[in-house]
Structure formats: C-alpha cells, structure tokens
C-alpha cells in the first residue's frame, strides 16, 4: 500500500503560481511513478503530468507543458507540481497518484490522494 496526501491547494487569480506537494509513505517511493491528475465539476478526471520513479523522464499534457513542472524528491519520498500562469479553466482538484508504469492512462495508477482544490480566479 502506498498512501497519498497532497498540499498547496487555494484560490489564486489568473496568471499567478502555485505549488502543489504530494508526500507518500509505505512502500518505496521510488519504485513508483507518479502522476497529477485534476477534476472540474462535471468533467472526468483528465492526466497533467508524471515523472518516473528516479525522476529521469516526465510528461506532460499538452494544455500544461511550458507552464507546469512535475518533480520529485525522493529522499523526501514527495512529488511536487509547479504551476506558473494558471488560468480559470484549470479550476480542478487535483490529484497525485502512483503507479507501477510510467504513462498518462488514469486506469494505470494504483494509488490516489485526496485531492486538493484549485481555484483559479479572474
């Protein structure tokens, strides 16, 4: 088992930064890829990034890539997301998870957090 618990959510206005950590614990952190995800309301839950388990390879959404930046330190056993000139349509909770694969499939990933809110202001 491996749990998950994200941070750094909250309200920002357009433009701004935030970012989000996910911190783990129970199995090695570092046998894992992790991913963000997020979910609007009313939407289904849609892949952001992921970073492989030593952290030598990432991806990205298309939507994100240029703004986001997935990382991860593992002596941390946490994985961070950096949003810089987040928009109002990127209003979600977003989600880390980890999985045994590298890849941007939801049905790939074993374990979840909880969430944490991100609401992107005019």
């Known amino acids: 088992q491996v749990q998950l618990v994200e941070s750094g959510g909250g309200l920002v206005q357009a433009g701004d930064s935030l970012r989000l950590s996910c911190a783990a614990s129970?199995?090695?952190?570092?046998?894992?890829?992790m991913g963000w995800f997020r979910q609007a309301p009313g939407k289904e839950r849609e892949f952001v990034a992921t970073?492989?388990?030593?952290?030598?390879?990432?991806a990205y959404a298309d939507s994100v890539k240029g703004r986001f930046t997935i990382s991860r330190a593992n002596a941390k056993n946490t994985v961070y997301l950096q949003m810089n000139s987040l928009k109002p349509e990127e209003t979600a909770v977003y989600y880390c998870?980890?999985?045994?694969?590298?890849?941007?499939?939801?049905?790939?990933?074993?374990?979840w957090g909880q969430g944490t809110q991100v609401t992107v202001s005019l």
């Open positions: 129970g199995r090695t952190f570092s046998n894992y890829a």
């Open positions: 970073i492989t388990g030593s952290g030598g390879n990432t």
């Open positions: 998870a980890a999985s045994r694969f590298f890849g941007r499939a939801v049905n790939l990933y074993d374990y």
